[in-house]
């Protein structure tokens, strides 16, 4: 991995989950950490940047990581494409304008895979079903183009998530998590493989790598697991109309579901991502689901 010692990194979106551990990160490997985004990162100098205004200021930088972006699965509609473009595709645009050939790591997602039977290498086509991974999709094409190394994280949890913990959560009822059966294996990545993957990728070629845990695991022991309560099988199209239901509230309400079409689409297919590109960069992921078990504190 090329050194980032003395180096000075930016990092955008640092005052999210993802960014500010990547941030963190940063600073542990004596990199001088620039935190770019609307708020304050957990440490280091912070340069205001509205994705969806201006130009980011990279004066000094060495590096770029980009982590800025909108997230979510977002109720369905023009408006909410459109908040996710402005960040994912413009936001994009706006930030190559700014880096002027530095090294840029850009970080995309999973979600611009459709799901398919066995391990997706990063050559499959890309057809995000939902706004955010439409416009990840979008946005990584841009960054490709100008050279940039693409990782794609999928289901990304650690201390501090936002996103995937807490929405399983929700879906405890009646002391079970009710879920479309059967069981199945997913790819999941905890935040701080995540982390190095974006310190180590500085010296990668540019192109495409898929990031995760070294192993897939049980979609059912995990949701157990991160809620306390057995699961309980229910049929698909159950589900499928719960869902359906969450999409017309959230229509309404403008809140995500906790239980959305997208979501079910990531519960029933067994995403598995092929991760042998970025491990033959020498990348090694080292953390797991019971580390992060084994950290977290008692309820």
Not at 22 to 35: L, M, Q, T
Not at 106 to 122: C, F, K, L, N, T
Not at 149 to 170: E, F, T
Not at 249 to 262: G, K, N, Q
Request: aromatic share 6%.
């Amino acid at each position: 991995m090329t050194t980032l010692r003395g180096m000075r990194v930016a990092v955008t979106g640092a005052s999210g989950f993802c960014g500010s551990a990547v941030a963190r990160a940063a600073a542990a490997v004596g990199a001088e950490v620039v935190c770019l985004g609307r708020r304050p990162g957990p440490l280091g100098e912070h340069r205001f940047w509205d994705a969806t205004r201006t130009v980011p200021d990279l004066a000094g930088a060495d590096l770029v990581l980009h982590l800025a972006a909108a997230v979510g699965d977002p109720p369905p509609g023009r408006a909410a494409a459109a908040a996710f473009h402005a960040v994912n595709v413009d936001g994009t645009a706006r930030l190559l304008e700014a880096t002027g050939g530095r090294p840029l790591v850009w970080v995309s997602s999973a979600s611009v895979y459709r799901p398919a039977p066995g391990p997706i290498d990063e050559d499959r086509p890309l057809g995000g079903r939902t706004a955010y991974g439409k416009t990840k999709a979008a946005g990584e094409r841009r960054a490709l183009a100008a050279g940039a190394v693409i990782l794609r994280p999928r289901a990304v949890y650690g201390a501090g998530d936002p996103h995937l913990l807490p929405r399983l959560r929700r879906a405890v009822r009646g002391g079970r998590v009710l879920l479309p059966g059967p069981d199945l294996r997913l790819s999941l990545t905890a935040v701080e493989n995540l982390a190095d993957a974006c310190l180590a990728a500085s010296g990668w070629p540019p192109g495409a790598y898929n990031i995760a845990d070294a192993e897939p695991y049980s979609r059912d022991a995990v949701v157990a697991a991160a809620c306390g309560v057995p699961v309980r099988h229910v049929p698909i199209p159950l589900a499928g109309a719960v869902a359906a239901v969450g999409t017309a509230v959230s229509r309404l309400t403008r809140r995500e579901p906790a239980l959305s079409r997208y979501a079910l689409e990531q519960l029933t297919a067994p995403v598995v991502l092929d991760i042998s590109r970025a491990r033959a960069r020498g990348w090694l992921p080292t953390r797991t689901f019971a580390d992060y078990l084994a950290a977290r504190p008692a309820a």
